[in-house]
């Protein structure tokens, strides 16, 4: 769209930072802070975690879940990035999709850490594989290798944790699914440790199998993250409905559009296919004018405008007038349909 | 992991562990039961022939200095060592049907068998045929914590490291 088509023209298709209100700028702002702290910790993590994990089978993969926890805030750190171009000839849509690639990316770490580990404690149970954990000289005193374990996860857990509540806040601030599934994982990482410590220990008693059997406990839990993180993160680049950070209800975005809509004296009824584009939505919004009303180029035009104005998300918005709506209107939100999934 | 209940149950199943372990006091415990049966018993070693480390006599008596260095270690904890010659794969396989306490024989602390027989930390270090270093460490019934801990605090303390 060019900016002489009509005025917030040029905004409607800037750059995922243009979207941005001032809240929002200083929200990415510290969220690449934390993720650049995280990268930071987690890098540390894999090399004490590293000397440490002997033949525990538990402390390895604990080890494997560090390195895939570096993925989410690569890939986040890749997309904040990317999304500060503006659209171009090959990019009419912009760059906010990176951010569905890195949610993407964000929920294959999580089913691969998932699976990996379950896969591990299983096999660790059925081979009947007792972890032998001795004794490490450290400074001309021998201690148990397992209180340096349990020592390392508890330091190293404590990143996770903190880091993990910070953005969880700023994801929805930001409505970013990236940096809500990396929070996600950052609190998987730290019942991974506490699981791994009450393995160690359990180990350290005699009970062999107290460490794979925590360990299984935790992959469950991380599985079924990065299976619900998989179909939103699928559902949001194949154009699903938008839905909400944390992908619990559809987006009411949706249906405040289309009763902004709704409320414009010539619009008799309307309806939005609204996409979630990473951050920012894009809405078309079809409109049925009432009966004998000539909608005019100033009507749409305010109206999408008002509709820019209703939220910074709203990015990108077409309005469609049309005689009428489909009969079998399947591009409805299903807030319409399912009125107790609002807020 | 969303269910603050799981977190929570693990929180405690932490916190009841540490307690029961507080109790009991000492860690690591076998889960056999080894070190507890062979203190005042019988240790059994299996002796896989290398020489220096290990030498097998034509009358059937054991020598070298890992026999030795497993004399000593019997003598600390009051046990009768029982003496098994054989080769490395049938001391592994007699291992994982729990006949044997221990293996020696200049094993490398990166034995193949590492499901069989666990290697206590390396106690000295010795040239491979390709000239790489070679660590040397005992083999121990994989998961047996207590004793193959005794054991490396023993060779600790042998070569004062400690």
Known sequence: ?343 | MSDPRVLRALLVSVAATLLLVGCQGGLPADPQGTLVRATGGVLRVGVSENPPWTELASDGTVGGSEVELLTDYAETIDAEVEWVPAGENTLAAMMREGQLDVVVGGLASDVPWTSEIATTRPYTTTIGPDGAEVKIAVGVRPGENALMTDIERFLAERGEEL
């Open chain 1, 1 to 343: 769209m060019n900016a002489s088509e009509g005025e917030g023209g040029e905004e409607a298709t800037g750059s995922g930072h243009d979207a941005f209100g001032e809240q929002q700028r200083e929200a990415l702002r510290r969220a690449v802070r934390l993720e650049w702290i995280t990268i930071a910790w987690m890098s540390v993590t894999v090399v004490l975690v590293a000397l440490v994990a002997g033949q525990s089978q538990a402390m390895r993969a604990a080890w494997a879940e560090d390195v895939l926890s570096l993925l989410p805030p690569i890939a986040f750190l890749v997309a904040a990035r990317r999304i500060r171009k503006r659209p171009d000839r090959r990019h009419p849509y912009g760059f906010h999709r990176s951010i569905g690639v890195a949610h993407l990316v964000a929920a294959i770490a999580l089913l691969t850490m998932g699976g990996y580990l379950a896969i591990d404690s299983v096999m660790t149970l059925v081979t009947v594989e007792r972890p032998p954990i001795g004794l490490t000289v450290l400074f001309g005193h021998a201690i148990w290798t397992g209180w340096l374990m349990v020592a390392v996860m508890v330091v190293t857990s404590i990143g996770p944790v903190v880091l993990g509540r910070k953005k969880l806040a700023l994801s929805e601030t930001l409505h970013d699914k990236v940096l809500f599934a990396d929070a996600d994982m950052g609190k998987a990482d730290w019942s991974t440790a506490v699981a791994t410590i009450a393995g160690v220990i359990g180990v350290g008693s005699g009970l062999w199998w107290a460490d794979a059997t925590a360990a299984l406990l935790v992959s469950l839990s991380i599985l079924r993250d990065g299976v619900r993180n998989l179909r939103g993160s699928i559902g949001g680049l194949t154009d699903g409905e938008a839905r909400t950070y944390d992908e619990s209800a559809p987006h009411p975005l949706t249906r405040r559009i289309e009763e902004r809509a709704e409320a414009e004296s010539w619009v008799d009824e309307a309806s939005a296919r609204v996409r979630d584009e990473g951050h920012v939505f894009h809405a078309e919004v079809f409109v049925v004018p009432v009966a004998g009303a000539e909608p005019t180029l100033e009507g749409i035009a305010a109206l999408r405008d008002r509709i820019d104005e209703l939220d910074w998300k709203v990015h990108d918005v077409v309005i469609a007038p049309v005689p009428e709506l489909p009969p079998r209107q399947t591009f409805r939100s299903t807030l319409r349909t399912r009125p107790d999934a609002r807020p």
